[in-house]
């Protein structure tokens, strides 16, 4: 039962330039949306999130647009630094539910060339 | 900045062995999260736990499994009688309340059934 896809299983651009990592749900209780992080041998760092309420949220560098009647997100990364190079997960959660459980999706691997 | 730390960070153990994974969250935190990751799959969640007691739990999360905060700041998964199919990566996370807020990650167990 996919509920969270992330379809592009890796992602390659250019130092400076714009990456962006999308994302599709189809669970239409989903409230809040969050993107980890993760280095090898580490567990996922978060980077941003945004409640059903927005459209947009940014933090420096990064910016999640959601676009409920497509059940899509995507993150911005701008400009992007090699150091951004990892495993780029999003995860979504129903407010109804209470426990807050997340689902994933399967990761984008990002890779930043200098 | 405050972690949520794991031990070990590998754990080899034989087919029907009894396992216990530790988990530290962060100290203010209320609300824990075990998930797991098997090599090349998604995070899947495993159970939540709230003012001790588990308030959801997973297909995944069998007789075979069980979670305890045993003192003021350890979280538990026990896995009583371990299978080959239980190798992964074994994440613990917390958050200060349940909904619409990041979970933080702890950088995660490796158990290794052999």
């Known amino acids: 039962d996919q509920q969270v896809k992330q379809n592009s299983p890796s992602l390659s651009v250019q130092e400076g330039r714009i990456s962006i990592l999308n994302c599709d749900y189809t669970n239409s209780m989903f409230d809040y949306f969050l993107w980890y992080k993760k280095y090898p041998a580490e567990g996922p760092t978060f980077l941003i999130s945004i409640s059903s309420i927005k459209d947009k949220n940014e933090d420096g560098r990064f910016t999640v647009f959601l676009n409920k009647s497509a059940k899509h997100l995507s993150l911005h990364i701008v400009p992007s630094q090699p150091g951004d190079s990892a495993v780029y997960f999003c995860a979504a959660s129903e407010g109804s539910s209470n426990t807050g459980k997340l689902i994933f999706g399967q990761g984008t691997t990002l890779q930043v060339k200098p | 900045e405050p972690e949520v730390t794991q031990t070990p960070s590998h754990q080899v153990t034989q087919m029907g062995q009894e396992v216990i994974l530790r988990c530290v969250p962060i100290?203010?935190?209320?609300?824990f999260y075990w998930y797991r990751q098997i090599l090349g799959q998604k995070v899947e969640f495993l159970v939540s736990?709230?003012?001790?007691?588990?308030?959801?739990k997973s297909e995944i999360f069998d007789d075979q499994f069980s979670v305890e905060r045993p003192d003021g700041s350890n979280f538990t998964l026990k896995i009583r009688s371990t299978k080959l199919e239980d190798s992964a990566m074994y994440f613990c996370?917390?958050?200060?309340?349940?909904?619409?807020?990041?979970?933080?990650f702890g950088d995660g167990t490796r158990l290794s059934i052999l």
């Open positions: 996370a917390s958050t200060r309340q349940g909904i619409n807020q990041p979970q933080h």
């Open positions: 736990f709230y003012n001790n007691e588990i308030s959801e």
């Open positions: 100290s203010n935190h209320l609300y």
